[in-house]
Structures are given as structure tokens and as C-alpha cells.
């Protein structure tokens, strides 16, 4: 069997899942097989792997007393005969709920069909018996019920609350099942399914609605995927349903470790389903990596031998749109509230972190750079902020513009507005002497009136403003403030000791790249600045990234060096916060850049900036990604102080991210030239 196409969810360790609601009709389950057998037939033309149906879905929840009626179960029992026969060409696992004679005992049960076989039987664990459930009135629990077999379909099946069913083949994935109040219990069969290896927990679910209760299942649902580290596929009655004395509202979504990545609108009038691909490989990673996850595995008192039911499942040939939403800006999402309220959090970690350390010194003063750029911008809005916390005037922030060489008139305009504007002490230390003396003294061209800007002649003035800065702090009891971002630690673009990499403490060192112009964005629209200060932020904004270190008519554009910071920063997150391969994470950003038009953009983001990128950018960027974090780990194993701000990482080797200085990046590169397309 070969690995499908590189642009399959499937060859990157996705599968798709998906989730249905039939329209019922009650007490036939002969048409209601049918029902299931339609959409089961859609979710294969759309390469769906499981599908999954509501709490006895077969017969109807609502049938009440019907339910113990010998024709009914007779009639239920062929229907799954039917099903299994009728569904031998699909490809799907097919989950159904249905009632189920065992020994004399009457079950609600979910049943799993693939391949024109019956693969298993998982019946309910918890019946409900308050408010408007009566459960008991005609079924027994299913907590207990272990290593049994059922006979159905002219099968003998494996019946119990210990089965997990298993697919083989290039996507290897493992199901767990349980049924409506088991999620609602404090111990669902869920939680020892997903301790027990299960990766897709599925819930086949009859709850009706009253007011609030969707919210409550949401949350029940979403809890559940990120305490199991698991996804959660949930389906419940609709349409079709008695209304005597109840509502139902088709109520159907999956999560993936607590987000909610598909859902279907409720109180639909007819069938309805939806399908997303979940990312079995990132759920087994995060396992891996949160060792809590291993901990509760090996101390679970309720250890059950669990029996893996296996089946074959061949993923779709050829290409297949990824189907889930994947942000363009990992650090800044699209959603307006969502961002708001990142960058509430973020500014916020970030004035917390400074006032913290600025009381801890005992000192009463800062010394800041001001550039005139984006991060020395943000920088200062939260020295600002912090001194005003801590009842400190602003004249205690020192803050300096140092034009060197190339510092372009609008920059060195901007920075003396924005000083003057946020009250603080502003004077200007020109260093231009100062490092054309240095450059003397190392007899570099450039000291000898030669138009040589290497490397050195850049790092001298990164360095010297540094100097001066530290020596302000000296001269003036004070904290020098850093103002070298995430992105800039990760691409190593920061002048190692004497340069932006170092100060006592920096507050942006968690803050991306791509999330300080946001940040920005909100304290300029936040009502704390007049307007006259959010005007000059937005001019701020709008200036293109510049070292301003060397001489001429055209702009030094960071971008040109270190690749897209929109692409970079994607890169970052996805490798550092789920250790993904290469090629994975270039499947990703394909599939989130390839098209401008499609999903959507951050508020504020200029026009400009919402373009795409095709495969051959993806690759030559991330490439030279893999080549610079690695090669400039030295810098991240000594950086000052700053707190973590985004679950998308730190890169301080004191808070979340380890790693020896002379590690190669050639395994990674390997792994994205063999398994990538050119």
C-alpha cells in the first residue's frame, strides 16, 4: 500500500472523522439503516474514516416502551445485517446506535461496521434515570461488562465496554466509543479508553435541548478532547424525534484537544453531518510530551485489559483539501475577539513581568533604546504602562535614540515623537564617532574612508548602543530594558552579547513578530494613547522592518534575509510547540497561504500584507528556517530574563525550550527534501 499524495491530509498524519444526524423515523429500522447508509455513502466520496450516528439511532430514542417490543429488536437486528451488507464497498468505520439482547438483558449499545462486517459492540455504561430520563425502565447498565461476544449478523462479535477498534495501513489511528450520559459521569469510559491508547473518542448521543444545554455539551465535549489529549466526535438526535414532551436539536461537533473544529448548525429539519480532519499524529506527540498523560497511564486503578478490534482502512488516492481550519498567524488568530483578547493577555504578561523585576531590583529608573521600529516601539508602551503600575513618574524611563550610520529620518522622527508622546526623559547619543573610532582601532576599511559594510561594520553599532545603554543603566541606577522579539531570537537575527540580545531584562522575548504589530495595534486603539499617539503608532506600523545599519538609497529589509516573518513565525510554532516534521509543517502552511482568498485574516492587517505564497516559497523559507534556528542556538542558551507569553513557546533554556548549541539541522533537512515535493 503506497503513502498518499503529499497533498492528502492523510500523508501527514490527519484523519478525517465525521459526525451525522439522520432524520429519524421512529420505530422503523429498516428505513433508518437506510438513512445512515445514504450519508455513509457522502462521507466516503469525501474520504471520510469514521462516521458516527446518534444514540439508538437505528430505532429511534423516543419510542419509550416500543423498545422491548420483540419486533422492534428483531427488526433493529437486521437493519445492522443490512448495514453491513449494504456498506462492504465503503471505506468508513460506521458507528450506529441500537438496542441489543445479551442473556436475557436488553442493552443501549453502539455497534461498528466496516468492511461488510460487524467489528464490535460497546454498550452504555451509564443509564440515566432522573428529570425526564427513564433509562432503567428498559435497559441494563453496560459498566462491567467485559470479554463477551454477541451473535449478530451471523457473526460472533466482541461485546463490551472493553473494546477499542483499531485501523492499520499508512494512517494508523484507535477508536474509542461510549454513549450520551457517559460523558456526563465523573469517570467516562472515555478517559480509560484514551489512557488505554484511543486517539478518536466518540459519543453517540440522544440528549435533548432545554435552554443552556448546548453550551453545557460544548464544554463537556471540549473539556473531555483536552484532558484526553484526544479528539471528540459527537452526535445527537434530531430531526425526527417524538416531540410529546421533549426538543431535540441535532446537536453535532468534533474537538481536537479542546478546540472546536467542526460543528453543524442544530435544530435542522433533515439530515445533516459534517466531517474534519484531526490530527491523530499531533495527539500522539502531545501524549508523548506531556509526561502527566504517561503518569495517569501507569497509575489508573481501573486498568481494564481492553480488546483492539482491527480493520483495514486505505486512505483516498490523490489530492484532498485539508478539512480544518489552520490560522496563517499561529501567534495572532483571525477571529477579532479571540486576537482582542490575546493581546489583552499578552500586554498585560508583559507590563506584569517588567514592574515585577523592576520592584525585585529595587531600583526606581529604566534605560530604553528607541528606534523608531516595531519592537523598541512596544518596548516602551510597556515600560510606560509598568512605572504607571508601580506609582513611578515616567521621567524615570531614560530612553534614547542612538542614530547610527544608516538610521533613515523617518525612524529617528518617529522615535522622538513616540518619546516625547509617552512622557518619558528623551535625549539622542549619536554614535556614529564613536564607532568610526572603533573601526580605526580594528583597521577596518571603513575607518579608512572605504564603503565596506560587512558584518562588522554592522555589529559595531549594534553593539556600541548596546554599550552605551548598559553604561546609562550604570551611570544611572537603573535596568536596562530589552527590546529583541521571539521571531528574532529563533532566526538568530540579533547581535550576539553586546547587541539587541542582551539587556536585564525583555519583556518582548515571548512576543512573535508577527503578534508586536497587533500588540501595538491594540494599545494604540485601547483608549490609554490620545490621538495624535495612535496616529504616530499606526505611521509606526506601516514602516517597513530595518536593521538601519548600512548606508544607502535602498531600504535593508529584514524580510530579505531572514525570509517572511509572516511564514517564519508559522515555521516556529509548529515546530517548537508540537515537534513536527518538516514536511508537515510545509503541507500546513500550503494549505493556510496558498490562497489569499480563502479563511481568514487578522483585523488590522494591511492589505498589502494578505498575500499568498506557493509550495517553492514554503520550502525555500522554511529551509533556511531549519538552517538558522539551529545554527544559532548558542544565542538562546544565554538570553536574559522575559516571560513566556504565547502557549506557541519560549525559547529561554530556563522556561520551555532545551537544547545543546551544536546540534545539526541535517536530520531535518533530510526529512523535507525526501518527503516534499520540489
Known sequence: ??????????????????????????????????????????????????????????????????????????????????????????????????????????????????????LGVVPKSFLPNYREFYERRWFTPGAGVTGRTLAL?????????????RAGGPTPFTIGVEICEDVWTPTPPSTAQALAGAEILLNLSASNITIGKSETRRLLCASQSSRMIAAYVYSAAGAGESSTDLAWDGHVDIHEMGALLAQTARFSTGPAWTFADVDVERIRQERMRVGSFGDAMALNPAKIPFRVVPFA??????????????????????????????????????????????EASGLKKLVIGISGGLDSTQALLVAAKAVDQLGLPRANILAYTLP?????????????????????????????????????????????????????????????????????????????????????????????????????????????????????????????????????????????????????????????????YALQDFNLYYLTRYGMAPSKIAFLAWSAWHDADKGGWPVGLPASARRAYDLAEIKQWLELFLKRFFANQFKRSAVPNGPKISSGGALSPRGDWRMPSDATADAWLAELHANMPS
Open 313 to 358: 482502512f486505505a486512505p483516498p488516492k490523490g489530492d484532498l483539501a485539508l478539512a480544518r481550519g489552520i490560522e496563517r498567524f499561529p501567534f495572532t488568530p483571525s477571529d477579532p475577539a479571540k486576537l482582542r483578547e490575546n493581546c489583552y493577555e499578552a500586554y498585560n504578561i508583559q507590563v506584569q513581568g517588567l514592574a515585577r523585576r523592576l
Open 404 to 564: 547610527g550610520f544608516a538610521t533613515s529620518d523617518r525612524t529617528k522622527d518617529n522615535a522622538w515623537a513616540l518619546m516625547r508622546a509617552m512622557g518619558v526623559t528623551a535625549a539622542e547619543l549619536d554614535i556614529r564617532p564613536a564607532a568610526t573610532q572603533m573601526l580605526k582601532d580594528l583597521d577596518h576599511p571603513f575607518g579608512r574612508g572605504e564603503p565596506v559594510y560587512d558584518v562588522t561594520f554592522e555589529n559595531v553599532q549594534a553593539g556600541l548602543r548596546t554599550d552605551y545603554l548598559f553604561r546609562l543603566a550604570n551611570h544611572n541606577a537603573a535596568l536596562v530594558v530589552g527590546t529583541g522579539d521571539l521571531s528574532e531570537l529563533a532566526l538568530g537575527w540579533c547581535t550576539y552579547g553586546v547587541g539587541d540580545h542582551m539587556s536585564h531584562y525583555n519583556p518582548n522575548c515571548g512576543a512573535a513578530k508577527t503578534l508586536i504589530q497587533h500588540l501595538i495595534r491594540f494599545v494604540a486603539h485601547s483608549g490609554e494613547v490620545d490621538a495624535t499617539t495612535t496616529a504616530l503608532l499606526e505611521d509606526i506600523l506601516a514602516t517597513e522592518i530595518s536593521p538601519e545599519l548600512v548606508p544607502g538609497e535602498e531600504v535593508q529589509a529584514t524580510e530579505s534575509f531572514v525570509g517572511p
Open 1 to 118: 500500500m503506497g503513502s498518499p499524495s503529499f497533498f492528502s491530509p492523510y500523508r501527514h498524519g490527519f484523519v478525517r472523522v465525521a459526525t451525522a444526524v439522520p432524520k429519524v423515523k421512529l420505530a422503523d429500522p429498516a428505513a433508518n439503516a437506510r438513512s445512515v447508509l445514504a450519508l455513509a455513502r457522502e462521507a466516503h466520496e469525501a474520504g471520510v474514516a469514521v462516521i458516527v450516528f446518534p444514540e439508538l439511532g437505528l430505532t429511534g430514542y423516543t419510542i419509550d416502551d416500543l423498545l422491548q417490543q420483540e419486533v422492534l429488536l428483531d427488526a433493529a437486528e437486521a437493519a445492522i445485517t443490512t448495514l453491513a451488507t449494504e456498506s462492504k464497498a465503503l471505506s468508513p468505520l460506521i458507528v450506529v446506535g441500537a438496542p441489543l439482547r445479551d442473556g436475557g438483558r436488553l442493552y443501549n449499545t453502539a455497534v461498528a461496521i466496516q468492511g461488510g462486517q460487524v
Open 153 to 165: 449478523a451471523g457473526q460472533a462479535v466482541p461485546f463490551g465496554t472493553d473494546v477499542l477498534f
